[in-house]
């Protein structure tokens, strides 16, 4: 008798503590937070976005997935029944969700409705007030105080500050007379002016296929806001230009990539600038939806030191070989052969490329230079492996932002303590795995659209502030005209008036 009471409390706990265990483990529709620039009308991306964070009714976060389909997310438009707009759920197995939308017309009063089975999240339905523009809307908010306000850009960025710190001011006659004969016929340069947020562009040299990107981000931006007058040279080439020391000579160029023995002024790189263009538009890699591909969670994940690429670079030579030695440790194999001469008893045979989303099967991602910086950190940082990166004279917009053993494991140019640093790692997984998690979290606040517009926009506006002569559209330059938009065409002042009417 003692023993079956014993029995059956013990069965009555069990059940007790499963209730509580279930009850935990749903998301509460009230508790849930949702926040993010895609429910701000004023924050125009090519693909908006917010975040979803599952909490539990006992407010605690989930840190796992509660799974792909609980949240929901509609729109719908007070004057039109059906909303052209594409919207994307990503799980990003965190106990997060990262929403993304890009809208093909423009809406007044637009509401999003964020739905836990049929009960709305947080504060939903959220109401973008007044007009929300999609991206093809040639409608520049006039001041460019008021857009950095609504876009709730940084006040500052460190690198811009740095970068022109070499210039007490900037002379555009002098620039347009001296810099084309410098660089001009054997650089790939593009001589850029913007005047009355028109964008007008000269080209040097023969090889200036890249300029698309450089006068996608500027109709872009121009589109959102009015940037002040501006002339400027862009380098289209992969490695920065200006290796002049003295201070009285150096002539500003944009680069897409800095390095510690030249005085580029770095913008976000073509590849990062056009997967935040490109959103929703290209099938390949973006900052989102490689947050929502990261693979198995931390304890699944493989503890081999995971690199594919191409032989861009020496050290990229060395760490193969160092692959094939300790197979143990790295697994590191060339998908291309292109600048050296293949030896395959040294390198192994070439293998298949792997999709980048697979790249996090593996805990320990290997970043090494290529020609010059490797454009993939953004998004190695932003998936849930760690960063082993190489110290490096190249660098990002960003880089100077990142901190060793913070956001990422730094090893030695010369790849001498790679394997030291592997065998740290397996010997120190939860710093390792916090590391991680910081690197994605830099991203996510660092590297997403609403940055990289603002990094753009900030580094014009400071830049310009140094002219000394008038920006001018020169001769030989050709305007670079916004595309039309024939589909959903979209007028600012029709509606401005219609609104006020
Ligand atoms: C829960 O998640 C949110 C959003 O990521 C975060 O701001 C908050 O600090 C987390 N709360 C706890 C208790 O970890
Ligand atoms: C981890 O990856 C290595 C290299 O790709 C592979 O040889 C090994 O079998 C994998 N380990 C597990 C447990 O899957
Ligand atoms: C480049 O400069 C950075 C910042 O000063 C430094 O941390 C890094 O070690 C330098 N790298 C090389 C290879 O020169």
Not at 16 to 21: E, P
Not at 225 to 246: A, I, T, Y
Request: with cysteine.
């Amino acid at each position: 008798m003692k023993t079956y009471l014993g029995y059956f409390s013990l069965y009555m706990l069990y059940l007790f503590l499963l209730v509580l265990y279930l009850a935990a483990s749903v998301p509460s529709a009230a508790k849930t937070m949702v926040w993010g620039p895609g429910l701000e009308a004023n924050i125009v991306l090519p693909a908006r976005f917010f975040f979803i964070q599952a909490v539990d009714s006992s407010g605690r976060n989930f840190t796992t997935s509660p799974g792909e389909k609980t949240f929901e997310v509609k729109m719908v438009s007070p004057a039109e029944p059906f909303v052209r707009i594409w919207i994307q759920v990503l799980d990003r197995n965190d106990g997060s969700f990262l929403v993304r939308y890009r809208m093909y017309a423009t809406y007044t009063d637009l509401q999003i409705n964020i739905l836990l089975k049929n009960k709305h999240v947080a504060k939903s339905p959220f109401i973008l007030k007044g007009r929300s523009c999609h991206e093809g809307c040639d409608c520049p908010q006039p001041s460019g105080s008021v857009w950095e306000e609504h876009m709730h850009c940084s006040q500052s960025f460190p690198q811009i500050d740095r970068d022109l710190a070499h210039y007490a001011s900037v002379d555009p006659d002098r620039n347009a007379e001296e810099i084309p004969q410098r660089f001009g016929q054997r650089q790939s340069l593009c001589h850029y002016t913007v005047k009355d947020n028109k964008v007008y562009v000269q080209t040097f040299g023969e090889h200036v296929g890249f300029r698309i990107f450089m006068d996608a981000i500027l109709l872009s931006l121009t589109r959102k806001v009015q940037l002040p007058d501006v002339e400027f040279f862009v380098n289209l080439g992969d490695w920065p230009l200006e290796k002049r020391k003295s201070t009285e000579k150096i002539h500003p160029i944009f680069s897409w990539c800095g390095s510690n023995s030249t005085r580029d002024i770095v913008m976000p790189t073509y590849d990062l600038t056009e997967s935040v263009l490109e959103t929703m538009g290209r099938v390949s890699l973006d900052m989102m939806s490689v947050q929502s591909n990261t693979g198995p969670l931390w304890p699944e994940k493989n503890a081999t030191a995971f690199w594919r690429g191409r032989d861009s670079r020496q050290e990229r030579l060395e760490l193969v070989k160092l692959s094939r030695a300790h197979p143990d440790m790295i697994d590191a194999a060339f998908t291309n052969f292109f600048f050296f001469k293949h030896d395959e008893s040294l390198y192994g045979p070439l293998v298949k490329h792997v999709s980048f989303f697979d790249f996090f099967k593996y805990k320990y991602q290997i970043n090494i230079d290529g020609t010059v910086a490797a454009y993939r950190l953004p998004y190695l940082l932003a998936g849930d492996s760690v960063v082993l990166k190489q110290d490096s004279s190249y660098y990002e917009h960003f880089y100077n932002e990142l901190r060793p053993w913070e956001h990422y494991i730094p090893i030695k140019a010369d790849l001498s303590d790679l394997l030291e640093k592997i065998e740290w790692a397996r010997d120190h997984d939860e710093e390792v795995k916090k590391i991680a998690l910081a690197g994605q979290q830099f991203a996510r606040h660092h590297l997403m659209g609403d940055s990289i517009f603002c990094y753009y926009y900030k580094l014009l506006k400071e830049y310009a502030k140094l002219q000394v002569t008038t920006p001018k559209v020169r001769e030989g330059m050709e305007l670079v005209e916004q595309p039309t938009d024939d589909l959903f065409p979209c007028s600012c002042h029709r509606m401005r008036s219609k609104d006020e009417l």
